[in-house]
């Protein structure tokens, strides 16, 4: 059944799709405007990426995001949602201590932000574990594998991954182990398109790619990169779908002018007195100042 109107996207509708071939679109959003435009443009899934770290906040990776600004920024995202499935993003730090601690961190943003599921990175033994414990926790959790930019340290820079067998290997059994775990769907980041599609052959849960080539069963991009505002290196797989920078710059630099010749605010924006009360109320004014006019 289609989803129509206000209906809200589930994770049973995302299995429908992937049954019935159609694609699904996910953006990144950490704000409440942005994310009010993408629902009424309907968006499938937003995702509160910890990328809000690079996107938004002004690092250099995503490691320094904390669980406050997530919850924070998936909390602004939620109270504008109407029908997309909304996914937080779980950050460095906050699922590799104990597996108490991370179940508690994974339910906050069900629980105070409103989220629909969770997102996390990679497919380690310990990976897997949580992520079980999480389904039976009955919170639904997306998995992250390929590139994965909390491993960026260790992965020695944003460098594309599995493009020699034992590593391209790897990604195909982990990304089974995360189906096998209970993940509902898995992102691929930065792989080549001939692995991302043998992937998405293989698994019943849906795939989405970024930087995955044409054939996962949805796609993801971040906002910031996709509408031009993210200055800096852009990676090879963003398509830029406008350029907010040169809009937004345009119309500061008008009100910057306009201001210094006194051309805003203009009539149309500003207030009036009604004119009986202008004349006796400026005079009063103008006596309480003790001001003389010239
Ligand atoms: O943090 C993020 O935005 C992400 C997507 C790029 C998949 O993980």
């Known amino acids: 059944m289609a989803i129509t109107g206000k209906e809200r996207v589930t994770v049973p509708y995302l299995f429908q799709l992937k049954e019935r071939g159609e694609k699904i679109t996910v953006l990144t959003a950490y704000d409440f405007p942005t994310a009010r435009i993408l629902d009424e443009s309907g968006i499938d899934i937003i995702l509160v990426g910890d990328s809000l770290g690079m996107a938004v906040l002004g ?68 990976r897997l574990e949580l992520v079980e414990a999480l389904v039976e926790t009955e919170i639904p959790v997306m998995g992250h594998i390929g590139l994965t930019p909390q491993s960026i340290r260790k992965m020695g820079g944003f460098k594309v991954q599995g493009t020699v067998e034992e590593k391209a290997e790897e990604i195909y059994n982990g990304a089974l182990a995360l189906e096998k775990a209970g993940a509902f ?28 080539g044409p054939d996962c069963d949805g796609q993801v991009l971040v906002v910031n990169d996709m509408l031009g505002l993210s ?14 920078s040169e809009i937004i710059s345009k119309a500061v630099n008008e009100y910057i002018a306009d201001v ?35």
């Open 185 to 212: 769907a898995v992102v691929l980041e930065s792989v080549p398109e001939e692995l991302a599609a043998e992937i998405t052959r293989s698994l019943k849960i849906p795939t989405i790619g970024i930087g995955a």
């Open 260 to 294: 210094h010749q006194g051309q805003f605010p203009d009539e149309e924006h500003s207030y009036h007195l009604k004119k009986e009360v202008a004349g006796p109320l400026l005079e009063k004014l103008k006596e309480k100042s003790g001001r003389i006019d010239e």
């Open 59 to 126: 690092y250099e990776t995503t490691l320094p995001v904390t669980m406050e600004a997530m919850i924070h920024h998936t909390q602004a995202v939620t109270r504008a949602r109407r029908r997309a499935l909304v996914i937080g993003d779980m950050p460095f730090l906050s699922f590799h201590l104990s597996l108490s601690d991370s179940i508690f961190n994974a339910g906050r943003f069900i629980k105070e932000a409103g989220a629909d599921a969770v997102k996390l990175e990679g497919a380690s033994p310990r």
């Open 231 to 244: 200055t800096g290196y852009m990676p090879k797989f963003v398509k830029k779908y406008a350029n907010l």
